[in-house]
């Protein structure tokens, strides 16, 4: 996987592993330890894995680093060689490897390829909206008298967090399809 040295700020990589039949219970350790070897890395924000879906043996394993430099700290440590190496007897063939570095980390179980940036501004319009009118409806009685820095501040955190755990997750299985 190419990492473009211009990318600034938060980058996302989805790695879809295809695991041999009877071998998971070995994958589903390894992937703990591998997501406990990156989380010593400075920059990493964390993991989400995709569990297979009727019967079938296929991973998507979601990882965040804040830089592109800790990205590739971690990209080319020895730990994750020889971990990738500890992984070869139980992957059916080659991960694949897709970096996304804005919207596109919402959409990433949508499809192998992102779908057209108006696409993900529409939907992430139809997300933000009602997330925005929820949440002003649920705080601004609970925060009058707040400085509006702080109101504005609680409100983004409350939306982005019901946007990346709730809104976003269901509107691109809602609208698969079309994406």
Not at 20 to 42: C, N, Q, S, V
Not at 81 to 107: C, D, N
Request: hydrophobic fraction near 45%.
């Amino acid at each position: 996987m190419e990492v473009p040295t211009n990318e600034t700020g938060p980058l996302t990589v989805i790695v879809t592993w295809r695991v041999l039949k009877g071998r998971e219970r070995e994958f589903e350790a390894w992937r703990h330890e591998i997501g406990d070897a990156a989380l010593e890395f400075p920059g990493h924000m964390g993991v989400n894995v995709i569990l297979p879906s009727g019967g079938g043996g296929e991973y998507v394993v979601i990882f965040r680093f804040d830089t592109y430099e800790h990205l590739r700290a971690w990209q080319e440590s020895d730990i994750r060689r020889e971990l990738l190496k500890k992984a070869e007897p139980f992957r059916e063939k080659e991960p694949s490897y897709r970096l996304e570095s804005g919207l596109e980390y919402w959409f990433a179980p949508a499809g192998p390829v992102s779908p057209p940036r108006w696409k993900m501004a529409l939907v992430t319009i139809l997300g933000v909206w009602p997330a925005g009118m929820l949440v002003a409806w649920l705080l601004n009685p609970l925060l009058t008298g707040v400085p509006s820095a702080l109101k504005a501040l609680l409100s983004s955190c409350c939306i982005v967090i019901l946007l990346t755990w709730v809104i976003m997750p269901t509107l691109v299985k809602m609208l698969r399809r079309w994406l």
